[in-house]
């Protein structure tokens, strides 16, 4: 195998810099690299008992309008009133799908993009409260610049603010350094479960702690149902975990990671983590990437994070992606689950992964837009 270390080194002063400034850990990654031909290593499946969720795991979110309902947004309002709960939105992500711009500038709905529906419902938020309400964005070394430009002298750094994940590099399949046709390492964010560690590598977490913080909630951007929700909020308060994780009832073929029990711990597996003794198709469910977490669990986090082989093309190429998942927080966090509602007005369960989808989303699109006060 190609010498790792040896590649590293010759790369360009300024790269390494530029890496190192971003989160790169140069020793972690010639490890994960050296280890790409043990036994086992691209296997992602979890080890150990996988069972499905107990009935008492999932709870579903109260009727709108019901006592229920009423007492868990009253518990909410009142948290967000004291200034104990933040947004962060996943906005890290280039739409591939949709001609390889950022995401985020994608006009959603006629003039108005995702990041402005965000803003718009993170304002009406606020102004039902009374107060500020820290929103903030985890962005990638690809949409950064790009966000930061589009929101201009609204960033204050703390109550509208962006933080960027880390980096990394792609490998060849026999774990060398994966390079383009100029001789560049091929640069790729390692995904969303940078989110807790790039957050307190930003220092938000901090001074919200500081501030009398207690809760963050994230989700991904393009799903503009998950906003700051006080209902939500109260029902993670009352649940007592440490991390609430929303999942919706699967329509028809539907896949994705689903709440399960690993070796009797509740946890959200990825489809590619099961073993085949499981049938993930019986779990009903599944996770919408929208997680409410306990503050200082989240700031507290002390976890030896796994990281995915994922198989992808560049230019033609086979590489090799080191990713991670946010909902692996749950290997040491204690994790509930919510159901919540994905159709109508008041879905929180809306992403939009191509063109296509997003024509064909648009009047509910504009539906819960309006619901949530963005337009």
């Known amino acids: 195998m190609t010498d790792i270390a040896e590649q590293l080194r010759s790369l360009p002063t300024e790269i390494r810099s530029r890496l190192e400034a971003q989160g790169f850990d140069e020793d972690w990654f010639i490890r994960e690299a050296k280890r790409l031909d043990e036994e086992g290593r691209r296997d992602n499946t979890v080890k150990g008992e996988v069972a499905p969720p107990a009935d008492e795991d999932i709870v579903d979110l109260p009727e709108r309008g019901s006592e229920e309902w009423e007492s868990l947004t009253e518990d909410g309002l009142a948290e967000l009133a004291e200034g104990r709960a933040a947004l962060v939105v996943l906005a890290g992500g280039m739409a591939t799908r949709m001609g390889g711009v950022v995401k985020a500038l994608v006009e959603a709905l006629p003039g108005h993009t995702f990041l402005d529906l965000r803003l718009a419902g993170h304002r009406a938020l606020e102004e039902k409260v009374g107060r ?5 964005l985890m962005t990638s070394h690809a949409t950064d610049a790009a966000i930061r430009q589009a929101l201009g002298d609204r960033l204050d750094g703390y109550y509208i603010a962006t933080f960027p994940q880390m980096v990394s590099l792609r490998l060849e399949p026999d774990g060398g350094l994966f390079v383009d046709e100029h001789g560049n390492p091929s640069e790729h964010a390692p995904g969303h479960g940078d989110f807790p560690d790039a957050l307190r590598r930003s220092g938000l977490l901090d001074h919200f702690l500081e501030e009398g913080g207690r809760y963050v909630t ?5 799903n503009i149902g998950a906003t700051l ?22 329509q028809g073929t539907d896949k994705g990671g689903i709440p399960a029990r690993l070796d009797g711990r509740r946890m959200i597996l990825e489809e590619f983590r099961i073993p085949e003794s499981f049938d993930p198709a019986t779990v009903r469910v599944f996770n919408t990437n929208t997680f409410h977490f306990d503050a200082e669990a989240l700031a507290g986090l002390d976890l030896d994070w796994t990281y995915f082989v994922v198989e992808k093309e560049v230019g033609g190429h086979k590489v090799i992606q080191l990713e991670r998942l946010v909902n692996e927080v749950a290997m040491v966090l204690d994790m509930r689950f919510v159901r919540v509602p994905r159709d109508g007005a008041e879905s929180r369960f809306l992403p939009v992964k191509d063109n296509e989808a997003l024509e064909e989303k648009r009047p509910v699109l504009e539906l819960v837009a309006r619901q949530r006060g963005m337009i």
């Open 132 to 136: 500020r309400i820290p929103f903030w």
């Open 218 to 222: 994230s989700a991904n951007l393009d």
């Open 229 to 250: 929700d006080p209902t939500l909020l109260g029902l993670h308060r009352r649940l007592g975990g440490e991390v609430t994780c929303e999942v919706v009832d699967k």
